[in-house]
């Protein structure tokens, strides 16, 4: 499976951009997709996931980011409103073939395929 995430961008705080990750190279869509992100001299951290039916999110992300899927086109959707400064970080889309246990689905280490990356700079 292969993921390719675009939409980064630079905004400035309180705006919004909505980021993008399609799957190619596997007959069915992924049974999980998610977000995590890095900034710099941090370690990547969870942001949201799609765990079939069900929506997770990090406690920064709640009531601002909003994660959303289109199995027919095998892609999943984050989009980020009141974006902050500490917001800006590489954002990274991740996938699993099959369901994650739910204490696991914030763990990198649990996820098989990830995307390049791409670059949000929310400036203030």
């Known amino acids: 499976v292969q993921l390719q995430a675009s939409g980064g961008g630079l905004v400035q705080s309180g705006g919004s951009l909505k980021l993008s990750c399609a799957a190619s190279?596997?007959?069915?869509?992924?049974?999980?997709m998610g977000w995590f992100r890095q900034a710099p001299g941090k370690e990547r951290e969870f942001v949201s996931a799609?765990?079939?039916?069900?929506?997770f999110y990090a406690d920064s992300a709640k009531g601002r980011f909003t994660i959303s899927r289109d199995n027919a086109k095998n892609t999943v959707y984050l989009q980020m409103n009141s974006l902050k400064p500490e917001d800006t970080a590489v954002y990274f889309c991740?996938?699993?073939?099959?369901?994650?246990?739910?204490?696991?689905?914030?763990?990198?280490?649990?996820?098989?395929?990830w995307g390049q990356g791409t670059l949000v700079t929310v400036s203030s």
């Open positions: 991740a996938a699993r073939k099959n369901r994650i246990i739910t204490g696991r689905i914030k763990q990198a280490g649990a996820y098989e395929y």
């Open positions: 799609s765990n079939g039916g069900t929506r």
């Open positions: 190279g596997s007959t069915s869509s992924p049974f999980v």
